[in-house]
Structures are given as structure tokens and as C-alpha cells.
């Protein structure tokens, strides 16, 4: 090839760094990642890809957990103030961000999917000293919002692969399709993607993660076993809202509730046909210490080994809900606002992967799989995929990690950006390359 793969990505090293610290200062939740979108839409375009955006990208239909008109509009508003133009504003109006990017060699072979994700998290990023993106200047710039899952990361990698692919086209065959995810989180984008027809015709499918496991920097593993299917669900009660010393009985409180529904939803019985799980996130309630509250709101999330259980889960949550409503005299309304499915990776790509990494400069070992017990919004392109005869994997790169995914210290190693680029570039070349 004109550039190998090894001496390609320490030249785009510093490239790597300064993307990921650059993002990592612009979080954006899903379906407002207006800024992000955007960027990368820029960057795609200026390496020779076809790029898709907007409704050409997604199914609006097909999106979950959509955020409120009135979050949308704020955060449209806040990315026009940070130089998001009107052209790119008026493709992406109304939380229709993410990014598809397509290069086509034109040449015959193998069609390629990569999918990686583009959101944040609410949560607000801690300032300690020890905090790498604090101490070295590259913090989230936004209260409450925060790359807490390595995201940040995951786009980066996306875009170190598309610059190989553009730089290479000549030395390479087939098609490639990059997919950059809008609101994995919650599991609410990736069927709009899918449902759009990006995952038609696909041979091989790869997305993955960094971190999840501790691992040493070099680490790689080809599969993963473990992820769950999950639903998110959303749960409003409506009480009477009274006078809690003059007039309690005229009273229905939602407060209550929605607090008898938080403990026991906790208490249902797991499942013996494999792992279950359930979880309230979020609890919010009442009005003020002399009022009995006439609201309530809820987000939970439900997960299980396969769909059976998990529709278990999700059916014995909506009676404990619908049971504590009845107990208080309020009414209990369900909105469903994510879901993920179960997915199995082709472990049949293990020895390609396995070999494709052997001549890598930056990966020292290659697991064959890794054991995760998570979701993953991804299961609906795998699965796409594999409905229609091609092979999906989901990898994880390794790297030591100061805190828990999901939490305010959570960073990685950025030398393990390069390791996940190379991988995925020795994979194209093992697929790709021109013989």
C-alpha cells in the first residue's frame, strides 16, 4: 500500500489527540448534537466522502426518546452561537443530527460498516485536579453535559479511519459506509439509521468501545458475549395537588406514587431463565413541604438476557407502576423511549481479526471475545445485518480507567485511539486491500 498502516497512524497521532480534546470540550446530548454533526460533516467532506445528513440520514419516524421542543430549540439557538451555519442548521432542524459517509472505490469487492456514536451524557464533569480533561484544559465547556463514555473517543476513531480510506482509495476495493450515531444513549438512534436501509447489502459490520473492561493499552478484544436487550421507559403520575394541613383528604399524591413505584419496581422477581435486570434513574416530585404534590416522574430502564426476558421485566414494571397509581388515587402515564436488542457477534470473524492485527505496531494481544453486561443501541445494525447474511462484530479497545463509565472522573488513555484506528485499518486492509 502507499502509506502503511503503522507509520500512517503515527503520523495522525497528533491529528487524533486534538480531535478527541476538541470534542471532549463540546458534548452534546442525543438528537442535539448539532455541533457535532457538523464538524464532522465539514471534515468528511473535505476527505472525498459522500455525506449524508438530516433526513437523508434518518428515519424520523423511527427515533425514540426525541427531546422536547422547547430543549431542541435551546440547543439549535446555543449551536448557531458556536458557528453552526444556517445550510447545516436547516438540514439538521428538529434533532435530526448523526452523519452517514459513503466511499465507494468503485472498484469490485466487499461493502464495509463501521458505526460509531456521537453523544453525551447529563451529567456535569468533575473539576478535580487529578482529572486529566480538567488539569490540561479541555473540560467540557457545558454545566451538566459531559463525554462520560468515551464517545468523544469513538468519533475520533471514526475519523482517523476515514482518513486512511481517503488517503488509500487507490490501493483499496469495495465500499465503505461510516456511521456516525446521533443519542446512543438510552438506545434511541440507531434503529432510526437502520430503518433508513444504511445497514442494506453490508458484508462485514464493525463497531466497539473503548474501555467498559480495564484493560491494558494495546489490548484488543475481536468479540464481545454479554449484551443485553433493555427498554427505557419514561413514567409521568398525576395526583390533586391540596393543602397538607387544612385539606389532606382532597389530596392524591403523586409524590407517593412515584415513590412506592421507585422501591418496588426494585423488588421484581429476577428471571431463571438468564440475567435480568431493572433500574430507576431518575425521580423527580412535589411542590413544596405543606402540599400534597399532584406530580411525578420516573425514568427506568429494564434489561434481559434475551427479548423474552426482558418483556418480562418491562411487563411487571408497567403493573408495579400501573398498581402504585391505583394505590394513591393518580393517574400513570408510560411513555416508551428506547429500547435495545440482544445481539450475538459472528465469532467467526475472530480469526481475520486475529490475523488482519498481527503486523500492528500498537496492538500487543487480541482476546478473542470479552465478556460485557451492558446494551448496546448498535444490536439493531448487527442484526440487520445479519438478517440479511452478513457478519457483525462488536470489539472493545483496551485502556486503564481512573472511574466508572457513566460517572463525573471518567476519562481513558488517548494512546488508545491509535490502537482502535489501527484496528480497524488492518481490518480493511485484510479485507480491502487490492491483491
Known amino acids: 500500500m ?62 425514540y426518546g426525541v427531546p422536547k421542543a422547547s430543549e431542541i430549540k435551546a440547543n439549535e439557538k446555543r449551536a448557531i452561537e458556536n458557528g453552526v451555519s444556517e445550510e447545516w442548521m436547516d438540514k439538521m432542524r428538529d434533532g435530526h443530527t448523526g452523519i452517514v459517509a459513503v466511499y465507494d472505490t468503485e ?50 476513531i471514526g475519523l482517523g479511519l476515514a482518513r486512511f480510506i481517503a488517503e488509500n482509495h487507490e490501493h483499496l476495493k469495495g465500499r465503505f459506509t461510516l456511521l456516525f450515531q446521533p443519542a446512543e444513549e438510552g438506545g434511541r438512534g440507531a434503529r432510526a439509521m437502520t430503518e433508513k436501509g444504511w445497514l442494506q447489502g453490508v458484508d462485514e459490520f464493525y463497531s466497539g468501545h473503548i474501555g467498559i473492561n480495564s484493560l491494558p493499552v494495546g489490548t484488543i478484544a475481536a468479540t464481545t458475549r454479554g449484551f443485553l436487550a433493555s427498554s427505557k421507559l419514561n413514567v409521568y403520575f398525576k395526583g390533586q395537588s391540596s393543602h397538607s394541613g ?98 450475538k457477534c459472528d465469532e467467526s470473524l475472530i480469526p481475520s481479526i486475529t490475523k488482519a492485527c498481527e503486523s500492528s505496531e500498537f496492538i500487543t494481544r487480541v482476546d478473542p471475545y470479552a465478556m460485557v453486561s451492558g446494551s448496546e443501541d448498535a444490536s439493531f445494525m448487527m442484526n440487520a445485518v445479519q438478517a440479511n447474511g452478513g457478519k457483525a462484530t462488536y470489539m472493545l479497545f483496551g485502556t486503564y480507567l481512573p472511574d466508572n463509565h457513566h460517572s463525573p472522573n471518567f476519562d481513558f488513555e488517548e494512546e488508545v485511539l491509535p490502537v482502535a484506528v489501527d484496528a480497524y485499518i488492518q481490518i480493511v486492509k485484510g479485507v480491502s486491500e487490492i491483491g
Open 246 to 343: 387544612m385539606k389532606p383528604e382532597a389530596g392524591r399524591n403523586a409524590l407517593l406514587a412515584a415513590a412506592t413505584a421507585a422501591t418496588q419496581l426494585h423488588g421484581i422477581s429476577r428471571h431463571s431463565d438468564g440475567i435480568s435486570r431493572v433500574n430507576v434513574g431518575k425521580l423527580i416530585a412535589g411542590n413544596g413541604r405543606n402540599i400534597i404534590s399532584d406530580r411525578g416522574y420516573l425514568e427506568l430502564e429494564t434489561r434481559g438476557e434475551n427479548q423474552d426476558i426482558n418483556q418480562y421485566m418491562q411487563t411487571e414494571a408497567r403493573r408495579i407502576i400501573e398498581a402504585s397509581a391505583l394505590m394513591y388515587q393518580v393517574e400513570a402515564e408510560v411513555e416508551f423511549v428506547g429500547e435495545t436488542e440482544e445481539v
Open 107 to 156: 472498484k469490485s469487492g466487499s461493502h464495509l460498516a463501521f458505526r460509531f456514536d456521537i453523544d453525551a451524557l447529563p451529567i456535569e464533569e468533575a473539576e478535580q485536579a487529578e482529572h486529566i480533561p480538567h488539569k490540561e484544559g479541555f473540560g467540557s465547556r457545558y454545566k451538566g453535559i459531559m463525554h462520560a463514555c468515551g464517545h468523544d473517543g469513538h468519533t475520533t
Open 2 to 63: 502507499a502509506v502503511q498502516p503503522s507509520g500512517f497512524v503515527k503520523q495522525i497521532e497528533p491529528y487524533l489527540n486534538k480531535w478527541r480534546r476538541h470534542l471532549h470540550q463540546y458534548p452534546e446530548l442525543g438528537f442535539t448534537e448539532y455541533y457535532t454533526t457538523s464538524l464532522l460533516g465539514e471534515e468528511l467532506k473535505k476527505l472525498g466522502f459522500t455525506v449524508y445528513s438530516g433526513r437523508e440520514a434518518l428515519e424520523t419516524e423511527a427515533r
